[in-house]
């Protein structure tokens, strides 16, 4: 696992995991890293050379998304149950049912609110810091949950599905959806917005099309892709090995432009996606990290 510039483009820093088990899901801040690494939780301090720290195996079984808030790291699993990891105690506090089926993906916001998704359909809200108890959403979908990203400054959460729909709910109100959009054809795999900004939201997905929306009505406000003739090379040599960095333009898309007919190669699968000032940062199924950057 590697940390990254945006704005240099340089890996700073690279953690190796447990027994080469897989990264399932990640968080971090200033100080520390905290990884699902196969069935365990496992904390890098990024303020200490190399010093990390493993859970038992076997702690989460078939372990499905994580989320974490200093002190607490929250992981939902296939039972359907989320399971809350003390990382200072380094136990488990507390395993809460929310969901029938799989926990596909998860909220946790500073004030122990949690919302979580299931691949099922359902959307289920948390409070960890009062009795527990569980209340669902709004009604279960056809199409499964995929991810999840709350605004603590609005209380509103947005859910991206297996079918391209983005949802929204207000946490004060939870009995209906104050909107819900088509944005895409295919599966959302991502969304993120710029933190304390109650306006736009950004939605990457299957079909590579980074997305704009408008937080209040479910508006599409642009549609963007990277231009494949306007690519320029530059190759550096960091500490980590060989860093090749393409410079391309990005490319406005209009209601119209046939998505189908563009080159895969204009638009690789979003699979993460991350918003800062004036940028978007992108994951993708290939060997690149993508930076968007858009001037006002």
Sequence with gaps: MRLWSAESCKCLDEYFLVDKAPLIDFDFDEG??????????????????????????????????????????????????????????????????????????????????????????????????????????????????????????????????????????????????????????????????????????VVGGIDGVLRTVDQVTGEVISRCIMDDSTTALHRSTERFGTVQIERRKVKRLSEDDRIDLIPRTSKPQITCLAVGMEKVVTTHNDKYIRVWKFRK
């Design 32 to 201: 520390k890293v905290v990884g699902l690494v196969g069935t365990r939780i496992c904390i890098w301090n990024r303020t200490e050379a190399r010093n990390v720290f493993s859970s038992r195996e076997n702690l989460f079984t078939k372990a499905l998304c994580m989320r974490y808030v200093d002190p607490e790291a929250v992981i939902g699993c296939e039972d359907g149950k989320v399971r809350v990891f003390d990382l200072y105690s380094r136990k488990c506090t507390q395993i809460i049912k929310m969901h029938q089926g799989p926990v596909s993906c998860l909220a946790f916001s500073d004030d122990q609110l949690l919302v979580s998704g299931s691949s099922l359909g359902t959307l289920s809200l948390s409070d960890l810091s009062s009795d527990q108890r569980v209340v669902l959403l709004g009604s279960t979908y056809s199409a499964g949950v995929k991810t999840l990203c709350f605004n603590p400054n609005s209380y509103m959460v947005f859910a991206g599905s297996t079918a391209g729909n983005v949802s929204c709910w207000d946490l004060r109100n939870t009995t209906r959806t104050l909107w819900e959009t088509r944005v895409s054809p295919n599966v959302i795999y991502s969304m993120h917005h710029l933190m304390n900004d109650t306006s736009t939201l």
